[in-house]
């Protein structure tokens, strides 16, 4: 069986980055928000997407560049289009639109950059249907993004949510294994559970939340 997608978010260290790919992360993710504790500047996102080029492995298909792993620009207040603009230039392979946006703003950033993710909370969007506005895949995430605040699924069950979203929010190595086996989601998105404080990642923590992660085989 497969194990769960992977994904590392609020990376702005090179080093940190292509230890993640080696231990087996499928997605790294740049959030670009100002005033955050993540928020990265163009020269880190830069940085960052180099490092996963060069640590990606192979993936078998015609065009021996393209990454088998995901390089996600994360965003919760720009505006659609221009943050596609902004993914395209610097290089990023996905375009990840956080919060209140729309059916039409998906289709504004498809237009420009194919790859676009939704993520959003169950507290603020609880009828929320993944693919609904359009989007390639749905992150579940907690109430405040970033925070470390658990996700809250209130009464909707996690089989509505079908096989391609990811569970998001509060997530540390100490619960991912349980919560993935719990849950049945496609994979995890970490950020605040892997770190020493708001903004500084730990080495240690990102190689126990992927191996906790991963020991998880998928239904």
């Known amino acids: 069986m497969d194990s769960p997608y992977v994904k590392i978010c609020g990376m702005r260290d090179p080093q940190l980055t292509k230890l993640a790919v080696q231990l087996g992360a499928q997605a790294i993710g740049v959030v670009m928000s100002p005033g955050t504790p993540r928020h990265a500047t163009d020269a880190e996102a830069r940085a960052v997407i ?3 080029r060069q640590e990606s492995p192979a993936t078998g298909q015609p ?3 393209t990454p088998a792993v995901d390089t996600v620009l ?3 207040k720009m505006a659609a289009e221009e943050a596609a603009q902004r993914a395209v230039a610097l290089g990023f392979d996905v375009l990840q639109l956080h919060g209140k946006y729309t059916a039409a703003d998906v289709a504004a950033a498809q237009a420009i950059i194919p790859r676009v993710w939704r993520a959003a909370s169950l507290a603020h969007f609880p009828h929320i249907v993944p693919g609904e506005l359009g989007e390639e895949r749905l992150l579940l ?4 993004p970033g925070s470390g605040e658990r996700w809250d699924f209130g009464d909707r069950a996690p089989q ?6 990811l569970l998001a929010g509060g997530l540390s190595p100490a619960n991912v294994a349980a919560a993935i ?3 049945s989601p496609a994979g995890v998105d970490v950020s605040s559970g892997v770190e020493m404080a708001p903004g500084m990642k730990s080495a240690e923590l ?3 939340f992927i191996a906790q992660a991963r020991s998880v085989p998928l239904a």
């Open 74 to 76: 994360v965003v919760n």
């Open 181 to 183: 086996a719990d849950l």
């Open 206 to 208: 990102i190689e126990q």
């Open 50 to 52: 180099a490092a996963v």
């Open 160 to 165: 509505e949510f079908g096989d391609h979203w």
């Open 63 to 65: 065009c021996a560049a």
């Open 141 to 144: 995430d907690g109430s405040a």
